[in-house]
């Protein structure tokens, strides 16, 4: 089972940054899609960024033109860069490995602690 560990949450004021990390033991880690998920108490988790193998992205449009994916293989780490961010981003962030079929992204069952992301003045 692949192991996820994130990093880089904090409190931060509305229109502040912040930059997740997500280190995975995964040997094969350039062939891996990855994901990063929030879930905010009393809510489903969704689906915030992912990004493919190849390097393709994709964001929810609650995020898009704020949030950027983006991973480096040599470290075996994805990284989701918020910037802008709203009171409403407050939740926490998971990372996630996944398939891609069809140009979405179908998450498999291995999920990193999580890491809380909290926007308040």
């Known amino acids: 089972q692949v192991q996820l560990v994130e990093s880089g949450g904090g409190l931060v004021q509305p229109g502040g940054s912040l930059r997740l990390s997500c280190a995975s033991s995964?040997?094969?880690?350039?062939?891996?899609?990855m994901g990063w998920y929030r879930q905010a108490p009393g809510k489903q988790r969704e689906l915030v960024a992912f990004i493919t193998n190849g390097g393709s992205t994709n964001y929810a449009d609650s995020v898009k033109g704020r949030f950027t994916i983006s991973r480096d293989n040599a470290k075996n780490t994805v990284y989701l860069q918020m910037n802008s961010l709203r009171p409403e981003d407050t939740a926490v962030y998971y990372c996630?490995?996944?398939?891609?079929?069809?140009?979405?992204?179908?998450?498999?069952?291995?999920w990193g602690q999580g890491t809380q992301v909290t926007v308040s003045s």
């Open positions: 996630n490995t996944g398939r891609m079929s069809s140009g979405r992204y179908y998450p498999y069952d291995d």
């Open positions: 995964e040997t094969m880690f350039s062939d891996s899609n």
